[in-house]
């Protein structure tokens, strides 16, 4: 079995507060919030989400609330 080089494995995740289905329902109780405030779109790699996630896990920071929409089926018309 062959190893996957670690370049390949970083991934970023990318949090837009403008397309957040739960913006502003979730936005008081959202990390983003509490430590940087609501920004226009911010970008995070894997290791600073798992900093993020221990944080939270550690009753720190609330966590992630961000719910990003998915597209929903195409429906043609009679």
Do not use: F, K, N, W
Request: charged fraction near 20%; hydrophobic fraction near 45%; include cysteine.
């Amino acid at each position: 079995m062959s190893e996957v080089p670690a370049t390949l494995l970083r991934m970023t995740t990318r949090i837009d507060c403008d397309t957040c289905v739960v913006r502003g329902l979730a936005c008081h109780d959202c990390v983003v919030t509490v430590l940087l405030g609501p920004p226009p779109e911010l970008v995070i790699d894997d290791d600073e989400l798992a900093a993020l996630d221990a944080l939270a896990d550690g009753g720190l920071v609330p966590p992630l609330r961000l719910v990003q929409p998915t597209a929903g089926p195409e429906v043609e018309s009679a």
